[in-house]
């Protein structure tokens, strides 16, 4: 028995793995418990196997277990996805990414029947709580208990009954019962309909088959049916054939298949490719055991109603594609035991009241379901990819999954470090040891800036940037836009020395684009012509700075938190900016950018870090495809060819990401072969974001001073940038006067913008425990900007920022 004093017990049905998982927890929590199997053996040998992920496997290494688990295992370390003609889709290595790396835990793949068999025996001298040929057949629930009869006539005592007993769960059927008494006779019938089937899948052992490498796995992606094989410890091969049936079956006429069903269901398929070279026959003839099912999909929205409460396959059935079936039964094992602790063992009595519980179980419900609905979807999704079950699938699965490989290990990533844990058990150290920790609440990130309105409310000075540049940016334009009509009324443009140039002519020879970039090209003649001497410093100077703002904003989209879409953002900024001017959607960019990215979620292991695969090819891209156009606009020997340099430059925020695909896919094919160590991989990452801001920097604030230099003899310095108080409100005297300054409200509230957004981002890092002086900070900028312009303050202030948090990050995880 446990301890006396709480006298709370628990009855488990089902000695499943989230049963026996569960028996575990509660008995490191001093609870009370009975586990009771229907069958005869504890661990049957029926064909199962269960792939161990990182989430399940810090709960089975809390509880000791682990290492028996991978002592049964060959680790997962590369996947291949084949047509169903047994060509290439992916060649991926993401099984070493995803988990031994970022996580702690590999890919560990063994029989259902052994890992039933080390939960077991690691009850060591609690095993006789532990009853087999119990098959429950009533459960009686009263305000005080639940009774809970056995075919044999024996009977269980206790405060709470749990369902771990399976997709057809006695314990759910019961509970449904006691709904119906409680008058939630609608809620009860809709969940007995939830359940569904669309799929079926033959899943067996097989022995060592030639052509197949242990460590390896193979996906076939085939319409209406896949494959999944996992070569495991000495060979032994887990393998999985799942077939579309011919409609969706509801809960009461899922089909049941019996094992003389097994070979004339394969027969159409058997030499459908595993491997190019090995076909389903292969690993079917050494099959060791098989075994046939429908596959049913459901998440409840009922897990616990009084004293009944439901985990696992009774709670959240989902299709075994994604492997996240058994580990996902084994986090609620663990929360469910976290939450019954809170409400046992805390400082007051034991609160073993109907009211209590429910209210307990509840909120741990809740909490659950969030986390189980984002991962039942998941493999929901995933299985109809794998079958091409649509058009959609088939594009994706198809064509997309080889350029979608980062986006997938994210994706996987994401859904593990929410896993939950053992709250009263220390955490081991592989679990410390990875680069991407979990979200635990001792693990010294702060969740507090990840609440959406509050970050929305901080944005409020960037709202106000782009009023501002509404209110005077858009006044000048209006009165700059009748000497522009002017002017296309005309044709032609005639600079100070003579040049006369057509503006009807097309630059980009596709109508499309001459429409839309010929006005911008237009705005730009006065300074890239010298025809207005002021209006070129400034330009110039201002061109050089949007170098480091776009290239900071493409460093933020490759950072590791970010999946390849994140870059969406970025270039439709850029884009739009080149039409309607920088001042008008730099704020919005850094309100979305802020609003989207809290540093909490980049504190987590390397999820900050910036691959130099993207932060060298980035420098190559912005020297070739932005500076290079943008200083030919002021130095080309024509103004004509000026012109068509500027039509080249309009296009940079498509042009450098283009730049950059084929670069860092020679530097993926050219570079080490070899996995560098965290920390040095961190240092060589590192590295490289300083190569890339500081030449950002250096060539803003070589352009600055050159521009201080040759600014006209007759107008001050302050006077070129500057539009002043009332610039806006002035009456536009010419077409040349009203674009510059248009420039200057653009260039000002651009950078006033960003040193905002970098205002914030400095906020988030002294509330996570960065240590700077606010005073050395503001001087730095003020002292800067005066002396190497506003787009090295800009670039530097990036930098310096970087530096913390990668100081931030280094410090957290050395202190673990």
């Not at 994706?411 to 058990?425: F, Y």
């Not at 409200?745 to 606010?774: N, Q, R």
């Amino acid at each position: 028995m446990a301890d006396s004093k709480s006298r709370f017990r628990v009855v488990i049905v089902g000695g499943s793995i989230a049963g026996l998982t569960l028996a575990h927890c509660l008995l490191r929590n001093n609870i009370d418990f009975v586990v009771l199997e229907s069958h005869a053996d504890i661990a049957p040998q029926v064909g199962a196997s269960i792939g161990i992920l990182p989430n399940g496997a810090r709960i089975l290494d809390q509880l000791g277990l682990y290492d028996d688990v991978l002592s049964q295992v060959e680790p997962l370390t590369r996947t291949f996805t084949w047509t169903n003609d047994a060509k290439p889709i992916t060649d991926t290595v993401a099984p070493l990414t995803i988990c031994e790396s970022r996580h702690g835990y590999p890919v560990a793949f063994l029989d259902r029947q052994i890992l039933l068999s080390i939960l077991y025996e690691g009850l060591g001298d609690k095993r006789h709580r532990v009853m087999v040929n119990k098959k429950v057949t009533e459960i009686e629930h009263t305000p005080e208990n639940v009774m809970v009869y056995c075919d044999d006539q024996s009977v269980f005592e206790g405060n709470l009954v749990v369902g771990a007993d399976g997709v057809r769960s006695t314990v759910r059927r019961q509970m449904w019962q006691h709904m119906e008494s409680r008058g939630m006779e609608h809620e009860a019938l809709k969940e007995k309909n939830l359940m569904t089937s669309e799929y079926n899948c033959v899943f067996g052992i097989s022995s060592a088959t030639p052509g197949l490498r242990p460590g390896h796995g193979h996906r076939t992606f085939a319409e209406g049916y896949s494959i999944l094989t996992i070569i495991g410890k000495e060979g032994r091969v887990y393998w999985f054939f799942f077939t579309k049936m011919d409609k969706t079956y509801p809960a009461s006429r899922i089909p049941r298949f019996s094992q003389d069903e097994i070979d004339s269901h394969l027969a159409p398929y058997l030499q459908k490719p595993i491997t190019p070279d090995v076909p389903l026959a292969e690993i079917n003839k050494r099959a060791i055991v098989r075994t046939f099912v429908s596959l049913e999909e459901a998440v409840y929205k009922h897990w616990c109603v009084d004293r009944y409460v439901c985990i696992g396959d009774s709670a959240h059935k989902m299709t075994p594609n994604l492997g996240q079936g058994g580990n996902s039964a084994i986090e609620s094992a663990a929360s469910l035991a976290n939450s019954l602790s809170t409400l046992i063992n805390g400082p007051t009595k034991p609160r073993t009241d109907v009211r209590d519980i429910h209210q307990c179980l509840q909120v741990w419900q809740n909490i659950r379901q969030k986390r189980l609905d984002h991962i039942s979807q998941s493999a929901y999704d995933l299985t109809r990819i794998e079958a091409l079950a649509g058009l959609k699938e088939k594009v994706i699965g198809l064509y997309l999954l080889p350029y979608l490989s980062q986006y997938l290990v994210d994706q996987t990533s994401a859904t593990i470090i929410g896993a939950s844990k053992i709250d009263g058990l220390p955490l081991p150290p592989k679990s410390l040891a990875c680069t991407m920790p979990y979200l635990d609440d001792d693990n010294g990130v702060s969740r507090q800036d990840n609440v959406l309105w509050k970050r929305a409310l901080s944005t409020v000075p960037l709202i106000v940037c782009y009023a501002a540049a509404q209110k005077t940016m858009g006044t000048l334009i209006t009165q700059t836009g009748p000497f522009m009509v002017s002017l296309f009324a005309e044709g032609v443009w005639s600079a100070a020395n003579g040049e006369i140039l057509n503006l009807s002519r097309p630059l980009y020879h596709m109508p499309f684009l001459d429409k839309l970039f010929l006005p911008a090209i237009t705005c730009f003649l006065p300074s890239i012509s010298r025809s207005d001497p002021q209006s070129r410093t400034q330009m110039l100077s201002f061109m050089a700075d949007i170098g480091p703002i776009y290239g900071i904003w493409l460093l933020e989209s490759y950072r590791k938190a970010h999946s390849w879409y994140e870059l969406i953002l970025p270039i439709g900024a850029g884009i739009a900016f080149q039409l309607k001017g920088i001042g008008k959607f730099a704020p919005i960019y850094y309100a979305l950018e802020h609003i989207r990215s809290p540093l909490s979620s980049l504190l987590s292991g390397a999820k900050h870090q910036i691959t130099q695969e993207a932060s060298s090819s980035l420098l190559i891209a912005m020297l070739t495809g932005y500076y290079f156009p943008t200083f030919a606009n002021f130095v080309a020997p024509t103004i004509e060819s000026r012109r068509n340099y500027n039509a080249i430059w309009q296009l940079f925020p498509v042009v450098v990401p283009l730049l950059q695909a084929p670069l860092r896919l020679v530097k993926r094919a050219f570079g080490s072969k070899e996995k560098p160590q965290q920390k040095e991989e961190r240092k060589e990452n590192m590295r490289y974001v300083r190569y890339a801001y500081g030449t950002f920097a250096l060539i803003s604030g070589l352009t600055f001073l050159h521009a201080r230099c040759t600014v006209p003899a007759h107008t001050s310095f302050a006077s070129a940038f500057l539009p002043g108080l009332r610039g806006h409100l002035e009456p536009v005297t010419s077409f040349s006067d009203g674009i510059a300054r248009f420039l200057q409200y653009d260039e000002v509230i651009s950078m006033a913008s960003g040193f905002m957004w970098l205002t914030l981002k400095f906020k988030e890092l002294k509330d996570a425990g960065a240590s700077f002086s606010w005073l050395k900070a503001v001087g730095g900028l003020v002292g800067t900007t005066v002396t190497l312009g506003p787009g090295t303050t800009f670039a530097l202030g990036w930098g310096w920022r970087e530096e913390m948090m990668h100081r931030l990050v280094r410090d957290k995880q050395s202190s673990v």
